[in-house]
């Protein structure tokens, strides 16, 4: 049930239409909370038909033009309720470590070329969100909702770099491994 609370969040932030929203999730909450066009614009009308947000007034006839939602007090209310709700984490399901699994069993071909593209993939992403840390949060940036907003990015800047170092030492492991036998 995140995806709603997601857009509410973001409507909250800034008044936007579907296709508003949908650039900002591939810009910011995407990074942690990704949806696709379809999955925005049919939790909008959810989120509309619940009274959670209303389409803005528009002074032109409606036919062919973008709505651009905010968010009502019921959604700002079941936004602060969802919030202070109380959440287990999530277990880790992560495919590359079940394949690695694997192929103690069934042998690691393939695997080791696997992890070195994890491996670029997670340097890209962490150098990415580098970039946006030092630019979107320079020191004097303090405001309570710049350091909670830092803080999530906090959190993607050191997933990505538990990952860049987790699979640089998978990739050493690796390298003391026997070579494998011929069939």
């Known amino acids: ?3 709603p609370h997601a857009i509410l969040t973001a ?10 929203l949908t650039r900002r999730f591939d810009k910011s909450i995407g990074y ?13 009308g959810k989120l509309e038909s619940e009274g959670y ?21 019921a959604g700002r209310a079941e936004l602060a309720r969802w919030t202070a709700a109380s959440q287990d984490p999530k277990p880790l399901r992560d495919t590359m470590l079940l ?3 694997a192929s ?5 071909a393939g695997v080791e070329a696997d992890l070195r593209r994890h491996l670029a993939l997670h340097q890209r992403q962490l ?19 710049d ?22 030492h998978a990739l050493e492991e690796f390298e003391r491994l026997p070579a494998p036998e011929p069939e």
């Not at 942690?32 to 909008?44: C, K, M, N, P, V």
């Not at 002074?59 to 007090?73: D, F, H, I, N």
């Not at 150098?127 to 405001?143: H, L, N, S, V, W």
């Open 53 to 73: 947000i209303r389409a803005l007034p528009s002074e032109q006839p409606a036919r062919g033009q973008k709505k651009s939602y905010e968010v009502l007090p």
């Open 147 to 168: 350091r909670l907003r830092h803080l999530v990015l906090r959190a993607g800047i050191d997933l990505e770099t538990f990952w860049t170092q987790w699979l640089a």
């Open 127 to 145: 150098a990415e969100y580098e970039g946006i840390q030092e630019r979107d949060f320079p020191p004097d940036k303090d405001t309570p909702q």
């Open 104 to 108: 103690a069993v069934v042998g690691t």
């Open 32 to 44: 942690f909370w990704s949806a696709t066009h379809q999955q925005i614009y049919r939790e909008l």
């Open 1 to 3: 049930m995140s995806l």
């Open 99 to 101: 394949r690695l699994r």
């Open 11 to 20: 409507l909250l932030e800034k008044p936007s239409s579907g296709l508003e």
